[in-house]
């Protein structure tokens, strides 16, 4: 894995992560893939579809940590 930048996630996962953590709980806003033409929400959004294999993989990992 590559960290290539920091990135404010939505206010919405934001909040919740800080509602998690005030609670003891770890929180994190991946982001996966990159270059597409749009941004989210757009009708030139396009997913990354070789990136999907690594999220998958990502969400596997956090969850066998448990």
């Known amino acids: ?7 404010a996630g939505s ?3 934001n909040l919740l992560i ?20 749009g941004p989210h929400h757009s009708a030139d959004f396009d997913v990354a579809e070789e990136s999907i294999p690594i999220g998958i993989d990502l969400l596997e990992s956090l969850i066998r940590r448990g």
């Open 1 to 7: 894995m590559t960290r290539t930048q920091a990135f």
């Open 11 to 13: 206010d919405d996962a």
């Open 18 to 37: 800080r509602h998690v953590q005030r609670r003891g709980g770890k929180g994190a806003y991946p982001m996966i893939g990159g270059g597409s033409p």
